[in-house]
């Protein structure tokens, strides 16, 4: 396709209440924005506009630019009709009310205790000759942080994202929260300096929360625009390694009929018997790389591939079973910084626990961890559990559906 042009109308609702250190805070934002969006001529020209009229931003945008190139998009399903998810919370203020009687009530280890709960409502509307794609979305932030002071001074921190329903946003939800990072918070208290005879490579056990760090590096691996991705047929794991990205996976805040192209959103094979077998892709990506499109993030910038809810497939360890087989090494907790960085993907961690014998011995604080690509390979357990892991990347909210798995790393 080598033309094609919509509208998109954008209309967010943002309250946010929080508790800190005995203070309370409500504030509320409205956002309204206008797009403009045409492909031609083998480029985008996007025009968006805060708090004016779609006549309005029809003025600002140029008739032509005197540029041309001989990109085009891919034919796609654009989606057509109407998507509602979530409900708006009754008494939001109720939950921040539990929030300070948990912190007051930890105990006076506690020099500092922090919850933030944020609640979007927003609507999008993309506008083509097609039909609309319309979006009614409700998404409840949590971020609860802890500090204790226990000899030394130790951070605990939990996020959550979800789609609100009656059935996972109660008082009991951010009454744990708030237990976690309080017990998460202890834990790095205790943490001691790694002896440096311990430095160097070692079995690593990666809790869910860290091995959804590592596979959403490696999603960077697998973005069509990438300069770094890997080639298709690589060998990235073993043969029971299987990477999908799930857009539809209800336990998810990143839930999607359609992506920022109005195209109708798919579940993604990435990763198939520890291969490489497709990348994530927008319209002008899939045309280049005779891919499919549906993996498109941005409205007002071109849009950019990457994935909704990406998923690791369970194994059939138990936990505890892979602390008891596992020599000597660490268990992994936490996640402060993840990054691609050349051949590896580094992580620091919130802490460590180090594993001899097959049980846990002493807290450790490292610097961080080094997991070569090449390395993933080694991944030689990977548990039936799995947990949802919700970040942010570039602005936009993702997330990571892992196991506990053990893998080859390195620790500093």
């Not at 309250?15 to 504030?27: I, M, Q, T, V, W």
């Not at 609860?144 to 008082?171: F, T, W």
Request: hydrophobic share 35%.
């Amino acid at each position: 396709m080598k033309e094609y042009s919509d509208v998109v109308i954008y209309n967010e609702e943002n309250l946010e209440l929080a508790y800190r250190d005995g203070h309370y805070e409500f504030n509320r934002s409205v956002i309204n924005v206008n797009a403009k969006r045409e492909f031609k001529e083998g480029y985008w020209r996007i025009t968006s506009c805060q708090g004016c009229s779609v006549e309005d931003l029809m003025k600002l945008t140029p008739t032509s630019l005197n540029v041309s190139s001989a990109d085009e998009l891919i034919d796609a399903d654009l989606y057509v009709g109407n998507v509602r998810l979530g409900e708006m919370l009754d008494r939001p203020t109720d939950l921040l009310l539990v929030s300070a009687d948990v912190c007051s009530e930890l105990g006076g280890n506690v020099a500092r205790c922090e919850v933030v709960i944020n609640i979007r409502n927003y609507v999008k509307s993309i506008r083509r000759d097609v039909g609309e794609a319309n979006e009614s979305k409700v998404i409840v932030e949590f971020i609860v942080g802890v500090v204790s002071k226990l000899g030394r001074i130790g951070y605990g921190g939990v996020y959550k994202a979800v789609i609100p329903k009656s059935s996972n946003v109660d008082v009991a939800l951010i009454d744990k929260m708030v237990r976690t990072a309080y017990k998460r918070s202890l834990a790095s208290c205790k943490c001691k300096a790694l002896n440096p005879i311990n430095v160097g490579r070692h079995p690593l056990i990666l809790t869910p929360e860290v091995s959804a760090a590592l596979i959403h590096e490696v999603s960077h691996l697998l973005e069509a625009t990438s300069l770094n991705r890997l080639s298709l047929g690589f060998k990235l794991g073993p043969e029971d390694l299987h990477i999908y990205d799930n857009p539809y996976e209800p336990s998810s805040p990143t839930v999607r009929f359609f992506d920022d192209e109005g195209v109708s959103t798919i579940k993604r094979s990435l990763i198939e018997n520890g291969r490489v077998v497709d990348y994530h892709h927008t319209r002008l990506t899939a045309g280049k790389l005779e891919g499919r499109a549906g993996s498109a993030y941005g409205i007002y910038h071109p849009p950019i591939p990457y994935h909704t809810t990406l998923t690791m497939k369970s194994g059939d360890w138990k936990e505890d079973e892979i602390v008891a087989e596992t020599k000597r090494g660490f268990l992994i907790d936490g996640v402060v910084v993840a990054e691609v960085r050349d051949t590896y993907i580094r992580i620091v961690p919130e802490y460590a626990v180090y594993v001899e014998g097959g049980e846990v011995k002493d807290y450790v604080k490292l610097n961080e961890v080094k997991i070569p690509i090449n390395m993933l390979k080694s991944i030689s357990a990977v548990s039936r559990n799995q947990a949802l892991r919700v970040s942010y990347e570039r602005n936009y909210l993702v997330a990571e559906l892992t196991p506990t798995i053990k893998v080859e790393g390195y620790v500093e």
